[in-house]
């Protein structure tokens, strides 16, 4: 073999050499070469400049690890295995922000939906949304006409569709005996009216509010002008979500202890 050919093997191996990583018998035949071959002895003391460099920046950067090697021909550089250490720690925190993003997002939707069914929002009705009508009766004369014969019932028995007409500073509504009431043109009208009342104050007037669109609050009062009492009706106003109705009017009623001669405004 020339000597051209043999520094070619020799400084082919000496990265190894220098690594310590050459079987004994390539590290005796470099080890006796470099000490004749000025040319190969300055290419292995330049590597071991670099390996001493480079092991010198790593114990500064961060401890070194029996596992982390860096290349010699590069200098200082990070790791293999520091580099999966931080892949997997960005994998990590891209993980965690995902996961706290679908939590805010689920959090986010409960508390719509909370908003939604416990307040309950509203939106004002126009007054050409709904229309109001009254009607004055007298429940004792009713009571005579329909011949008293619709019985009597506790409070637990009355009907649902039954608008309940007591007066709650005579009595409470468990000691009431009720009776059932038609008012006449009125189909939704129907009154359980507690007996004592039919002759205490039997004079009332029943408000129908009919409309396409549900009916969930309104402002309700009399005014009384020159004698006379009148109806004032304010903030009528429906749910927000899912308020009109596809099929026919909704009605509501309600019923005022008084005679009522007109709607205000």
């Not at 002895?41 to 590597?47: E, N, S, T």
């Not at 965690?96 to 679908?102: D, F, G, P, R, V």
């Not at 028995?157 to 008012?183: A, G, H, N, R």
């Not at 899912?242 to 009017?249: A, P």
């Amino acid at each position: 073999m020339t000597e051209k050919m043999t520094c070619k093997v020799i400084q082919d191996l000496l990265p190894s050499y220098v690594d310590g990583l050459c079987s004994e018998e390539s590290a005796n035949l470099v080890k006796e070469h470099i000490s004749t071959c000025d040319e190969c002895r300055k290419v292995y003391d330049i590597m071991k400049q670099e390996e001493a460099a480079a092991t010198s920046t790593s114990a500064t950067v961060s401890p070194a690890s029996s596992s982390s090697k860096t290349s010699s021909s590069k200098g200082a550089e990070i790791s293999i295995d520091e580099k999966e250490i931080m892949k997997r720690i960005n994998r990590k925190m891209h993980h965690n922000l995902m996961k706290n993003a679908i939590v805010g997002i689920v959090v986010g939707v409960l508390l719509i939906t909370l908003f939604v069914f416990a307040v309950r929002p509203n939106r004002s009705l126009s007054s050409s949304d709904y229309e109001v009508k009254y009607y004055n009766m007298n429940l004792k004369d009713l009571y005579v006409e329909q011949g008293g014969n619709t019985g009597t019932l506790k409070y637990e028995q009355i009907p649902q569709d039954c608008v309940v007409v007591y007066d709650p500073e005579v009595k409470d509504i468990d000691s009431c005996q009720f009776t059932i009431l038609q008012v006449p043109g009125m189909t939704y009208a129907r009154l359980a009216i507690d007996l004592t009342y039919l002759y205490t104050e039997p004079e009332i007037c029943i408000i129908t509010y009919s409309s396409n669109y549900y009916i969930s609050e309104y402002d309700e009062t009399v005014v009384t002008r020159d004698g006379k009492n009148y109806l004032s009706v304010k903030k009528v106003k429906t749910p927000l979500f899912g308020s009109k109705k596809s099929d026919g009017k909704v009605s509501v009623t309600t019923v005022q202890f008084c005679h009522i001669d007109g709607i205000d405004g």
